[in-house]
């Protein structure tokens, strides 16, 4: 078993290292006061390949291996959790959706102008009454002639505002649960299809991301905005997933790193007693128990990545990298608060920043609750149908 990078791979990894300390690190504190990040900032992201990361070239991406992928939002992740998701909706969710299930006038038309950053998408699945039980989704899609006319509502919704392209999620009347679900590329200003809440700076974190409340009445989508099979929805979402939760493993670890890197900093500069509280056992065993839980989450991680690069199934890894990396991102950022004392309180240090941002990370795109019972699926086996 190698361990090591591939050059391609490191260059990556150095190229987003070097972006994020020049491009993100001065100005976050601003874009999350001001609850937005500005169009221009993504457009040198896209001239760099990020915005396309996993996309063939064929198709306007920079065609990178998951593995780099996950370094990739590792990097970005460690300079603003709210880049982060931005760029992981981007890549692991609406692109993902197109090269997985869009048809080639779809990849063309689509997903050439997203890997390029001259368009942003959006995923559409959770409802304010379908979140971890998703398939109690009540949006409806109707065909009538050629043009199928959506109903409902979508609610927390990363990139609702901005999104060009919004992959909507809606189930034929009639159908229940699993069945009858599909997915259609509903274009931002198409007829009956509205913005109805923007959360930014109210939130708890990811304060520069825009979280949207969307609204479909009588929404006319054509037929040929269908994407993937009709009645196919379920397993589509699931296999999406999969990519969308390897894109928040790897940001965990990224704000981890951030938060215990601030740690080691305040630890080797703070003095206490006339030493550098750094000296103290208390302190060094935080710092030891969050460098060893960072490298273990990002192990999995980059485990999961491998796996997906190979093409075999990672369900189960993919989870057990979000579930870890979430639980682990929570407890590295409580220890960097501790060790700042009461400054981790205040909003002087970007600790508390990290502190607000990892909550998130074990409730979107599957809970930790959701992601224990995967885990337990696929090592148990399904529970018995009575």
Request: hydrophobic share 40%; net charge neutral; proline share 3%.
């Amino acid at each position: 078993m190698d361990f090591r990078l591939t050059e391609e791979q490191r260059l990556v990894q150095e190229t987003a290292r070097d972006f994020v300390d020049r491009e993100i690190v001065p100005h976050v504190r601003e874009w999350e006061a001001k609850g937005e990040v500005p169009k221009a900032f993504y457009a040198k992201m896209a001239g760099l390949g990020f915005l396309g990361a996993p996309v063939p070239p064929e198709y306007g991406g920079a065609g990178m291996d998951y593995v780099s992928f996950a370094l990739l939002i590792e990097e970005i992740s460690r300079g603003s959790s709210s880049v982060r998701t931005t760029v992981s909706v981007q890549t692991s969710l609406s692109e993902s959706t197109l090269m997985l299930f869009g048809s080639e006038e779809q990849k063309k038309e689509w997903l050439v102008p997203l890997a390029k950053g001259k368009r942003f998408g959006a995923w559409a699945l959770t409802e304010p009454e379908a979140g971890s039980d998703a398939a109690n989704l009540a949006t409806t899609a109707t065909l009538r002639g050629d043009e199928w006319i959506l109903n409902g509502a979508k609610r927390f919704i990363s990139n609702g505002s901005l999104a060009d392209y919004v992959f909507v999620y809606a189930r034929e009347p009639g159908t229940q649960r699993h069945e009858g679900l599909s997915c259609f590329m509903v274009p931002k200003g198409t007829p009956g299809f509205s913005v109805t809440k923007v959360e930014t700076t109210t939130k708890l974190g990811l304060r520069a991301s825009p979280t949207a409340d969307l609204a479909f009445e009588d929404c006319h989508v054509l037929k040929g905005n269908l994407v993937g099979k009709r009645g196919g929805g379920w397993d589509q979402a699931m296999r999406t997933l999969n990519n969308g939760r390897l894109g928040i493993a790897a940001g965990a670890v990224g704000v981890a790193r951030a938060a215990l890197e601030a740690a080691v900093k305040y630890a080797q500069q703070r003095k206490a007693f006339n030493r550098p509280i750094g000296d103290f056992q208390l302190i060094r065993e935080m710092i030891a128990e969050s460098a060893m839980e960072i490298d273990a989450a990002r192990l999995l991680t980059l485990r999961a990545a491998h796996m997906r690069d190979l093409g075999v199934d990672n369900t189960k890894e993919v989870s057990m990298a979000k579930l870890f990396g979430a639980q682990m991102a929570m407890r590295v950022c409580d220890r960097a608060i501790q060790v700042h004392g009461g400054y981790g309180f205040s909003g002087d240090f970007d600790v508390e920043r990290y502190f607000r941002d990892a909550r998130i990370l074990g409730l979107y795109e599957g809970t930790n609750e959701i992601q224990k019972l995967i885990i337990a699926e696929k090592v148990l086996g399904p529970t018995a149908k009575k």
